[in-house]
């Protein structure tokens, strides 16, 4: 094979891969947009029944996973934040201090540890739930009965799991902070304790927003790349685990282009 022949080659392949994950993006995005579309426009905002479904993903995605999210902030707390104050203690000022578990424990260490929970735990059990709906000829009979899946099963899924993912990272970060702060008080200077106030007062309105938008960003899309791929199963149960995989794989790279394309935002 010549050189030319290689480069159309590689070309060729570049192109029809660039060409599929634009298709898919577009994919996705219609998804989720016409699920929220039929939500809000059959729910009231006022109507507690509304939410039934949005409540009972809330309870899955966040509140049955805080011990995995409180053991995992305790661990973070000890490893990142005690180790972080401790090396900037002799190496910078308290505002750098604080700068820096803002900026590494709050806005990178606490959402993507969350995020990776999330995805492993509701995002695959998004992916095997809708999934087997779909093989088993649920998802057609809810249909036949005049029932809008968009609104009934992929929208409450979508939005239980961005707000889980908003509420498990503001838990998660402060047990990481608090955790650090009190052994670095504890050990190594009493005067550490006052960490605790200066972080607090050190949230500005832009920083609050960054990191809110941010949580909603990656539950957002977790929770519709994993309600994409389980009603993408189609005739065999074999197409569980390959789904399943797609879904995590898919999560994960969107999570790391997110969270790099918001950093360069944020600090470039």
């Not at 480069?7 to 699920?35: D, E, H, P, Q």
């Not at 109507?47 to 049955?64: E, L, P």
């Not at 607090?200 to 920083?207: G, R, V």
Request: charge should be neutral; proline fraction near 2%.
């Amino acid at each position: 094979m010549s050189v030319v022949q290689i480069a159309n080659t590689l070309t060729g392949w570049s192109g029809r891969k660039l060409i599929r994950n634009v298709l898919y993006l577009i994919n996705l995005m219609t998804f989720s947009s016409l699920a929220l579309r039929d939500w809000f426009s059959k729910n009231q905002v006022f109507n507690s029944r509304s939410y039934s479904s949005t409540v009972a993903q809330i309870i899955f995605t966040g509140v049955d996973a805080l011990p995995t999210i409180s053991f995992l902030g305790l661990i973070t707390g000890f490893i990142f934040t005690f180790r972080l104050i401790s090396i900037s203690d002799s190496l910078g000022t308290t505002n750098d201090i604080i700068h820096l578990l803002i900026t590494i424990i709050c806005l990178s260490v606490g959402p993507f540890l969350a995020a990776v929970i999330i995805i492993s735990r509701t995002g695959s059990a998004i992916v095997v739930d809708l999934g087997n709906m779909k093989l088993n000829g649920e998802i057609e009979a809810l249909e036949n009965l005049g029932i809008n899946i968009n609104d009934y099963l992929i929208a409450p899924r979508i939005l239980g799991t961005a707000i889980s993912q908003l509420a498990i990272t503001v838990y998660f970060t402060l047990i990481a902070l608090l955790t650090g702060i009190l052994i670095s008080a504890l050990f190594v200077n009493p005067s550490h304790f006052a960490y605790i106030l200066k972080i607090s007062n050190s949230f500005t309105p832009y920083f609050v927003s960054i990191f809110v938008v941010k949580n909603l960003i990656f539950g957002f899309v977790i929770a519709t790349i994993a309600s994409f791929n389980g009603l993408s199963v189609s005739s065999s149960a074999t197409e569980l685990p390959q789904r399943t995989t797609a879904s995590i794989v898919q999560s994960l790279s969107f999570v790391f282009i997110i969270d790099s394309l918001l950093t360069f935002a944020i600090f470039v």
